[in-house]
């Protein structure tokens, strides 16, 4: 329970990997909130506050702080998650492609963190969800990577301006099983010999879980990770420790 | 990158090569010949393959370095350019792996650049300054399996690169690292030894480069070339990536 008293935000908490984190912020003892672009999920614990809220549309992220200051008061610990994926290279991306996607990954986190900044009180934790593909690229995925990419600069610059106050730091997460990296995989011609190989890559031996990010998420809210801020964590299972050539798999 | 001789940009300069005779090394030498500089190809091998004089070193040996250092300052009065491409390579975990095999590898690798570096200063100071140029690797950033102590001493070199570019910056000595991905020389048909050589894997090895090849020795010396010259001259400190795009990506999934 490191998290009594707290009271958090999570961004896109419906499923995946959003739904992870709200379930353990909560078990930690936190108040939680959490939001998505329509109805509340039948499943969703009673006690996690709900709210219809599409974090890339200015006056909603507003109105949603102002249902954060009028239920909790003030926050604690801002998890922004929420985030969509397009499966195309640079060339056939569309301008309508780039709002979606830089709408919801980028503007959304930048109006999230914008909003809800005024409401957190010293020792406030923000994490971002980036990703492994904001370092080093997935093909296919251009927007999305250079997307992850602007969230990790984002989150050294929030350390930096609004430290000692706040923390900010961003989660890289590797292939998590969710909705997803399922969409991803589809791509692929034979995707179970896909995400075989996939496996193969990974030297702990498995994908990652929902509950692998929500455990370091948690960690990262609370007060124990008092001294780490402006950084980029990696958490996926060694996958980026190796060669993408990966010779060993020859 | 410009590499004719009709454009020499090391004319006057002199350089010495460690693992001069090696892949990389040779071209190298020969390239820097071509931009007319006097090179020194110093290595434990016998028989340089270039244009450039031959010079027996054993880079773990401090007295051997003291006596190549010995012999440039006397036939030359100074040294330009040092580059460090000396290495070995050991393919096995880190369980396989004997001490003595670990302090060979790091003898060779890392304490062998140290003491060029070390012994080349005066020398470097003696010409106003000059370029140092070490070889790291993308294994110094990320692994490849079954090469443990070989990635630990690319990591050193990478830390040592920055600390002497800190270090020796106000004398105008630069240091930097270029760090190759993989290139074809007798170093990587050694790696690639157990599992086949590098031909029947050819294609494989190609597909997984953005490029669609792996790296030639020329590549290698184009960058080494621009790092020595004096376009480069406010380059130091910096890990010179150099590998066709590999390390860009995500592991690639093999569809
Ligand atoms: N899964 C992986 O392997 C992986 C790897 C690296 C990074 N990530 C990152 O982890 C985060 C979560 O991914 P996931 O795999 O859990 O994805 P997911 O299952 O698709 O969940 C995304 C969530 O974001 C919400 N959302 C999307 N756009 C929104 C908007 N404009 N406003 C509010 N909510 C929005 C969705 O809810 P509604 O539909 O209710 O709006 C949904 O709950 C993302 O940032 C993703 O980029 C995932
Ligand atoms: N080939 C690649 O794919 C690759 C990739 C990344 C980094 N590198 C690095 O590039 C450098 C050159 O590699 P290469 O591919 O030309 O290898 P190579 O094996 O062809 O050449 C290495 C040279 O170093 C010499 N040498 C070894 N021990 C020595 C000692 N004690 N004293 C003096 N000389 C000694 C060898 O005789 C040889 O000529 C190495 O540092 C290597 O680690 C190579």
Redesign the pocket.
Known sequence: MRLKGKTALV????????RAIVERLADEGARVMT????YRPSDLPKEIGWQV????DGASVRKLAGQVRATFGGLSILVN?????IEKTLAETTDADWDRLM???AK?VFLCCREMIPLMERGGSIIN?????GNTADPGLALYNAS?AFVHGLTRSIAVDHGPAIRCNAIL????M????DAAFALASDPDRAKADALSRHPAGRF?Q?SDIAALAAWLACDEAGFATGQCYTLDGGLTAASPLNPGLF | MNGGADNASLGNRIAVVTGGCGGIGTAICERFVREGATVYAADIAGDSRSAARYLSLDVTCEDSIRAMMERIGDEQGRLDILVNAAGIEIESTIEETTLADWNRIFAINVTGMFLACKHALSLLRRAGGGSIINFGSYDGFIADPGLAAYCATKGAVHALTRAMACDHGPENIRVNAVCPGYVDTPMLQGFFGSSGDIDSLRQAVQDVHPVRRYGTPEDVANLVNWLAGDEARYASGQLWVLDGGLTAQVQQMRL
């Open positions: 961004t896109g908490g419906r499923q995946g990997i959003g939001c998505g672009r329509a809220a599409d974090v890339s998650n929420a985030g969509v994926q709408g919801t990954n959304g969800i980036g990703s492994v593909s992850k997460p590797g292939w998590i969710t909705g997803m990296a990652g929902g």
